[in-house]
């Protein structure tokens, strides 16, 4: 992990501050430069854990390509980023997760499914779970209402369309949703917390790191 990384600008952007987020973009390709990222015995690729965050660093040479020096840098970077499911389901596990009886739905974040096409390495890494029974949520490519910062801007808006996102959990029946993005992760969190809701909310990487016995489970019942 270079220790020179930062943020990668995706919130300064959404607020309209081009300039930090341009600072921001500058500091991350110089430091992940500086680990050899695509150098011959250097970094192969950078993995993002979050939805919002991987599809900045993805897009880096369209929002900053008129910058000095900083085009042919963002593209080279860019092409290296990957959904940290994307690494994991792209070679075979070392190890067999334990069985999690446990029933689960999918909420594709918008930057992950839409912003980045990502959309089927997520829910392969569910399916790898043995007794994990993962239930289709309806109209699972909706928006939560996150969306960056429009839940903070637009806070009624964002609550309405939440509240058809959080319908549509409940019709599934599940009692984990899965989720990729700290945005709508923090989003739904607090309209199921409104709701009385005992739905748990967690990252994909999460939910395997249990069935591998690598975290705490608490309850999975």
Same mark, same amino acid.
């Given at each position: 992990m270079p220790p020179e990384q930062?943020?990668?600008?995706?919130?300064?952007?959404?607020?309209?501050?081009?300039?930090?987020a341009l600072a921001l973009a500058r500091r991350n390709l110089d430091a992940f430069e500086a680990v050899g990222l695509?150098?011959?015995?250097?970094?192969?690729f950078v993995a993002s854990t979050a939805a919002g965050c991987g599809?900045?660093?993805?897009?880096?040479?369209?929002?900053? +390509?008129? /910058?000095?020096?900083?085009?042919?840098?963002?593209?080279?970077?860019?092409? =290296? @980023? $990957? !959904?940290?499911?994307?690494?994991?389901?792209?070679?075979?596990?070392?190890?067999?997760?334990?069985?999690l009886p446990i029933v689960a739905t999918y909420h594709p974040p918008c930057h992950l499914h839409h912003a980045q096409r990502v959309t089927e390495a997520p829910l392969a890494l569910l399916r790898s779970i043995p007794g994990l029974t993962l239930v289709p949520l309806p109209r699972a490519e909706?928006?939560? +209402?996150? /969306?960056?910062?429009?839940n903070?801007?637009?806070?009624?808006?964002?609550? =309405? @369309? $939440? !509240?058809?996102?959080l319908d549509a959990i409940e019709a599934?029946?599940?009692?984990?949703?899965?989720?990729?993005?700290?945005?709508?992760?923090?989003?739904?969190?607090?309209g199921l917390a409104e709701r009385g809701r005992t739905v748990r909310v967690i990252h994909p990487v999460s939910l395997l790191?249990?069935?591998?016995?690598?975290?705490?489970?608490e309850s999975t019942t």
């Amino acid at each position: 992990m270079p220790p020179e990384q930062t943020c990668c600008g995706a919130l300064d952007l959404h607020a309209g501050r081009s300039g930090r987020a341009l600072a921001l973009a500058r500091r991350n390709l110089d430091a992940f430069e500086a680990v050899g990222l695509g150098e011959p015995g250097g970094t192969h690729f950078v993995a993002s854990t979050a939805a919002g965050c991987g599809a900045m660093l993805r897009d880096l040479s369209r929002h900053f +390509g008129d /910058a000095p020096g900083v085009t042919a840098q963002a593209r080279r970077f860019e092409l =290296r @980023v $990957r !959904d940290v499911t994307e690494l994991l389901v792209a070679r075979a596990p070392r190890a067999v997760p334990r069985p999690l009886p446990i029933v689960a739905t999918y909420h594709p974040p918008c930057h992950l499914h839409h912003a980045q096409r990502v959309t089927e390495a997520p829910l392969a890494l569910l399916r790898s779970i043995p007794g994990l029974t993962l239930v289709p949520l309806p109209r699972a490519e909706l928006c939560c +209402g996150s /969306a960056g910062i429009y839940n903070v801007l637009r806070p009624a808006m964002a609550g =309405r @369309v $939440r !509240d058809d996102k959080l319908d549509a959990i409940e019709a599934t029946g599940a009692g984990w949703l899965v989720t990729g993005n700290p945005g709508c992760h923090l989003h739904l969190v607090a309209g199921l917390a409104e709701r009385g809701r005992t739905v748990r909310v967690i990252h994909p990487v999460s939910l395997l790191a249990i069935a591998h016995g690598l975290a705490p489970s608490e309850s999975t019942t």
